[in-house]
């Protein structure tokens, strides 16, 4: 929610003008003593207005309290406000809220504050200091953040499943902003940091600022609270976050929960959403600036790019941004990384440098530990395989594009693995969102993404296997021209 976004502590004051209340804290503005139906944003604006009543608030700091980091045109801004005057009566609105001309807007009824009595033990003062993180930029996702948050409205347990790398944390914080139904707030829990499963409850009751780190303090602490609980980084916790979805969702009727995952939780009740990589350009040597600024992985290596220099795209480089993109496969950390290194070295040399792999070792040091280079990310899914999955992946580095079913069972006879084992290894590594799986044709493909396939070739020669799978493959390849040779020598 952004009001619990852009301040430390909620605001549990009730403010109280003419027949109105309106309680901050629980979103909700009531007219003698029945709701109002008011909007998210003209809701947020009012909010703004009534806490610094009598002020002038321009119209820039409106629009950035109500969307922050998020480019909207001033029209959005007269059309939330005509809502809210409409809501507040028509013939009473000029009342509450002057428009002062070429500043801003104030709010001119008078207000009387009253202070709300201090939270009780169960919920403590201090529970929204460790929240929601500001809202980040989400460049190409309105589209999942909408869904997921209309999936959330019919169900009470939501994953968002995908790929390291490919933005289910800033997904998740953005939707957190978005949702408006609850009353109670959103309350975010980091636990990629979480080394041992049995920790996962502390880090929960941490996040709560609860007494005790207890699974029933936890209850206790959520109990008849209508709250989006988000579980941000479970798959090296499963499946103790199973457990504790279920659990929770058994025992607290109004809690909702948003995860992250690089695999489902398989709760009972769960709704997941696969996060795609982002749309990148087609193969076109002449593409325009225009024509690739359409799509969500050329925005965001833009928009990055510009965070570190100044920097316009032209049709000169349109062509080698797009490529740049779709040799990243649109996943958004390595877009990160490689235009925070356009200032230094230029799109030319970026796209040449792409096949030096240096996108693997390189990154942002203010990002969490597994998210600083794509080398670490990839490293993390790796060392969540077992033996047979991790054996198994990095023989399918020897796949350049698509393969079957049977070309990676025929690949890990070399791993020892027999078709049940293949078979189990390549479905856990499709769960784990490693290896991406596709229908075309009415034929189940698979594929390693560009980057996870660099990454799985550069483990592949570190256990000096590389040789023998590469002569392997290239038998299973040869096998179809050899066999009608030998059916007629013999």
Not at 108 to 137: G, N, R
Not at 345 to 363: H, K
Not at 378 to 384: F, I, K, N, Q, V
Request: glycine fraction near 6%; charge should be neutral; charged fraction near 20%.
């Amino acid at each position: 929610m952004d009001m619990i976004a852009s301040c430390p502590l909620p605001d549990k004051n009730i403010y109280v003008f003419g027949p109105y209340r309106l309680a901050p804290n629980r979103q909700l503005l009531s007219r003698n003593g029945l709701p109002v139906r008011l909007g998210g944003r003209a809701l947020d604006i009012l909010i703004r207005l009534v806490q610094r009543a009598g002020e002038i608030i321009s119209k820039n700091e409106l629009i950035a309290f109500v969307w922050p980091n998020t480019f909207v045109h001033e029209d959005n801004l007269k059309v939330n406000v005509s809502a809210l005057r409409r809501a507040l009566g028509a013939g009473a609105a000029s009342a509450y809220i002057a428009t002062i001309a070429g500043r801003g807007y104030r709010f001119v009824a008078p207000v009387t504050i009253e202070p709300t009595e201090h939270a009780s033990s169960s919920w403590p003062a201090s529970a929204y200091a460790q929240t929601l993180p500001k809202a980040p930029l989400t460049i190409g996702r309105d589209g999942d953040i909408s869904r997921i948050a209309g999936r959330l409205a019919g169900a009470r347990c939501v994953t968002i499943v995908g790929s390291g790398g490919i933005g289910k944390t800033s997904v998740a914080i953005a939707v957190g902003h978005r949702v408006r139904n609850y009353s109670d707030g959103v309350l975010f829990v980091d636990l990629s940091t979480v080394g041992d499963p049995q920790n996962a409850p502390a880090a929960i009751a941490a996040a709560l600022d609860a007494e005790q780190n207890s699974f029933r303090e936890i209850i206790d602490c959520l109990k008849g609270r209508n709250v989006l609980l988000i579980f941000d980084g479970c798959e090296h916790l499963l499946p103790t976050m199973t457990t504790i979805a279920d659990h929770l969702l058994d025992a607290l009727p109004m809690l909702s929960l948003l995860a992250t995952s690089r695999e489902p939780l398989r709760a009972r009740s769960e709704l997941v959403h696969r996060l795609p990589t982002l749309e990148t350009p087609w193969t076109k040597p002449d593409i325009t600036a225009r024509e690739a600024l359409d799509f969500g992985a050329v925005q965001l290596f833009i928009a990055r790019a510009q965070e570190h220099g100044f920097y316009v795209l032209d049709d000169r480089d349109a062509p080698l941004v797009s490529s740049i993109c779709r040799r990243l496969d649109g996943i958004p950390l390595a877009i990160n990384l490689a235009a925070s290194k356009v200032r230094v070295f230029g799109i030319p040399t970026l796209a040449a440098m792409l096949g030096q792999r240096f996108l693997l070792i390189n990154g942002e040091r203010t990002a969490p530990m597994r998210q600083q280079t794509l080398f670490s990310t990839l490293d993390w899914s790796y060392r969540l395989l077992s033996d047979a999955e991790a054996a198994l992946f990095r023989i399918l580095a020897v796949f350049a594009g698509v393969f079957h079913l049977q070309d990676a069972v025929v690949m890990a006879e070399i791993a020892e693995l027999d078709a049940s084992q293949t078979i189990d290894a390549l479905e856990r590594l499709t769960q784990r969102s490693i290896v991406c799986a596709e229908y075309r044709g009415g034929a189940l493909n698979y594929r390693l993404l560009e980057t996870t396939r660099e990454y799985a070739t550069k483990q592949l020669a570190d256990v000096g296997e590389q040789d023998r799978a590469v002569k392997h493959h290239a038998r299973h390849i040869l096998s179809p021209f050899k066999r009608p040779t030998e059916d007629c020598m013999a």
